[in-house]
């Protein structure tokens, strides 16, 4: 009997092992660079705006309008139109690259509206567009500094 039981708790332990091992989950792999663009050619993929600041206008809204893409995904408006105040609220942010990007801009007009645009910011040069929660449709337009 004593036999039987050394063997069993080696056994049992190797048993518990096995079956916690299933329940480990491996970390995610590294995404990888996608540098394939869909036209053929080869070139590299998108660029990061990850800490770049821009100098711009919401038309019908503010100008000049500054800020920056901060690399947690939140944006900073250092320049509203002729005023020298700063704004910086958590609920303002953006997503994606220079080719795909969105960014939402939070309580404009007094707090009258939130606007979210989309299109593209290559090669210094910004132009995104988009409707407000007002129903209006605006551009936002700026160069990177």
């Known amino acids: 009997m004593k036999t039987t039981k050394l063997i069993a708790v080696p056994a049992l332990a190797a048993a518990s092992l ?9 970390p995610p792999a590294a995404p990888g660079t996608d540098t394939d663009t869909g036209n053929g050619s080869g070139s590299s993929a998108a660029e ?14 503010v100008a000049p309008f ?6 947690d995904g939140t944006v900073d408006i250092t320049t509203w139109g002729d005023s020298d105040e700063t704004y910086d609220f958590p609920q303002d942010v953006w997503e994606g690259d220079s080719s795909d990007l969105t960014v939402t801009i939070t309580g404009l007009e007094e707090g009258e509206f939130d606007l979210t645009v989309t299109g593209t910011a290559e090669n210094g040069e ?8 007002n129903g209006s449709s605006y551009t936002l337009t700026a160069t990177q500094d």
């Open 66 to 71: 500054g800020f920056t893409l901060n690399a």
């Open 126 to 133: 910004m132009d995104l567009s988009g409707e407000g929660t």
């Open 18 to 26: 096995l079956a916690l091992t299933g329940c480990i989950q491996m």
């Open 48 to 61: 990061s705006l990850d800490d770049t600041s821009w100098t711009g206008a919401i038309d019908g809204v």
